[in-house]
């Protein structure tokens, strides 16, 4: 069986992480070979940018450079992880990809499109998602569940924006999901987990494909 290539975007504490690792908990149930991920991130050089991006130390250097370490961590991350696991037939579920570097570097950060063309043609090649959920709550309930999660640690570069930041943040990714809507699914991620994660479900199982009947008819 084919891969496919499933990433989840939206803007702080929408829940990506949980419901990512609740799709692929579900898509294990029916039996395929899943790989969980997370951008920047998912090799250990990516990991290592991670740290150097999300504490804020490439800040100001600004937007641009941002774009140019998470290009360079993205590159890394595709190559070692999501491209071998994709051609093997597996399901990556990844936890932010090209759509948040063009809505916080892009949209928000003003950084030109050209660039942002090049560095995705370069990191990414010819991989990319066949289905993007965006996960959608309003930002001061977003913010609100990010703080609870940070549990007192001190927020990261992009959590420490103000609501004017996230509000742009939000109006980028909604923006975005209306644009492409034969990759994109919005989904309403301020309802609680078990419901949104149902909500997910039945969107990869009518765009991928990829449900209970996959399985059970497997024999006919």
């Not at 951008?39 to 800040?59: D, K, N, Q, Y």
Request: charged share 25%; glycine share 12%.
């Amino acid at each position: 069986m084919s891969g496919r290539f499933i990433t989840l975007e939206g803007g702080e504490g929408t829940g990506k992480s949980t419901q990512a690792r609740r799709l692929a908990q579900h898509l294990r149930a029916l039996g395929r070979e899943v790989v969980e991920t997370r951008e920047p991130g998912g090799t250990p050089g990516a990991e290592a940018l991670r740290h150097v991006i999300l504490s804020g130390a490439a800040e100001p250097l600004g937007p641009a450079a941002e774009a140019l370490l998470f290009a360079a961590a993205r590159a890394d991350h595709v190559a070692g992880l999501i491209a071998p696991a994709l051609a093997a037939g597996k399901i990556v579920v990844c936890d932010r990809f090209i759509d948040s570097t063009r809505v916080y570097q892009g949209a928000v950060g003003a950084v030109d499109a050209s660039l942002l063309d090049s560095l995705e043609g370069l990191s990414v090649g010819t991989v990319r998602p066949d289905l993007t959920l965006v996960l959608d709550v309003p930002p001061e309930i977003g913010l609100a569940r990010a703080a609870r999660r940070a549990a007192g640690a001190a927020a990261d570069r992009f959590e420490k924006e103000g609501g004017d930041y996230h509000a742009a943040v939000r109006a980028a990714f909604l923006a975005r999901a209306a644009a492409e809507p034969e990759r994109c699914a919005l989904i309403d991620a301020s309802a609680d987990a078990d419901a949104v994660a149902a909500a997910i479900a039945d969107v990869v199982a009518s765009r991928l494909g990829l449900g209970a009947y996959e399985i059970s008819g497997a024999g006919a």
